[in-house]
């Protein structure tokens, strides 16, 4: 059986089934089992599957069949050109969060600057700003200990040694001040998290997901504490949800803030807020 037989075969089988890019699945799953990036498998569409790979295959096929999001079947994903581990501990990492990061390195920053990331899950976030600024010092909090060790694991595998983990909620145990705080907090209403998708509402952690009744509880907590912990002229960049950037925006009323700017994703959704520190 070639790569192109098993791709065409798990593609029919996952478009009955309901999903959609089907034979873009299908492939991913097959570059897995070949340890190929998914744009290099063309070049192997002709080359025969011993039973080993084969069994390999169809064992993540059934389990992607099953519901289990393509993420965690395979056990890794890119962000920001680098390969991240993937499971149910943490959020799956998504292409629009990479905004946060693009932005946060576009900006004007300390040659050593201190940076925190809050919620920081699998460290995505954190881990990617880490090895884009060396010489910066990279903190990641989340009250999840399971996520944290997943972040732990990610730093290892792609040698951040200038990032760290911290148990605690939000900038709790956070000492002296930063110049950057960053965060993709849970921003979805609690409502609404039943009818998520359910490979979202099943596979991802409840914790990472519920935002309060409006889904913007958690990023008012950071607002009202962040003050506290960011050197003047600081920056807070924050993830918010589509609907939420007047909301979001609103909670930086008053003196001590400025350069309050809301920002799109490329599809043109609002994707994040973000302010300085007076």
């Not at 600057?113 to 920081?120: E, N």
């Not at 609103?250 to 300085?276: C, I, N, Q, S």
Request: glycine letters at 8%; hydrophobic letters at 45%; proline letters at 5%.
């Amino acid at each position: 059986m070639t790569v192109a037989d098993i791709v065409a075969s798990a593609a029919g089988k996952l478009k009955v089934a309901g999903f959609v890019d089907s034979v873009w699945q299908a492939r991913v799953l097959a570059a897995h089992v070949l340890s190929l990036k998914p744009a290099q498998l063309y070049a192997a569409d002709n080359q025969q599957l011993n039973l080993s790979a084969q069994i390999k295959y169809f064992i993540l096929l059934n389990r992607r069949l099953s519901g289990i999001p393509l993420q965690q079947v395979i056990g890794e994903w890119d962000f920001y050109g680098r390969t991240f581990k993937v499971d149910g501990r943490a959020l799956v990492p998504r292409p629009e969060t990479e905004l946060l990061v693009d932005f946060i390195t576009s900006c004007n920053l300390p040659v050593k600057p201190r940076i925190a990331d809050i919620g920081t899950g699998s460290g995505i976030i954190g881990i990617s700003l880490a090895l884009e600024i060396p010489l910066s010092t990279v903190t990641g909090t989340d009250i999840s200990t399971q996520a944290l060790e997943l972040a732990a694991e990610n730093a290892r595998l792609l040698s951040a040694e200038n990032y760290s983990t911290l148990n605690c909620n939000l900038t709790d145990a956070l000492t002296g001040k930063y110049d950057v705080i960053v965060a993709n907090l849970p921003y979805i209403p609690t409502g609404e998290i039943s009818v998520l998708q359910p490979e979202v509402k099943n596979y991802d952690p409840a914790v990472a997901l519920d935002g309060g009744i409006d889904g913007t509880l958690l990023i008012l907590e950071l607002v009202k504490k962040t003050p506290d912990k960011l050197k003047p002229g600081g920056l807070i960049v924050l993830e918010t949800g589509d609907d939420q950037k007047n909301t979001v925006s609103g909670f930086f009323a008053g003196g001590l803030w400025a350069e309050v700017r809301e920002h799109d994703d490329l599809a043109g959704k609002h994707r994040m807020v973000t302010a300085r520190r007076r």
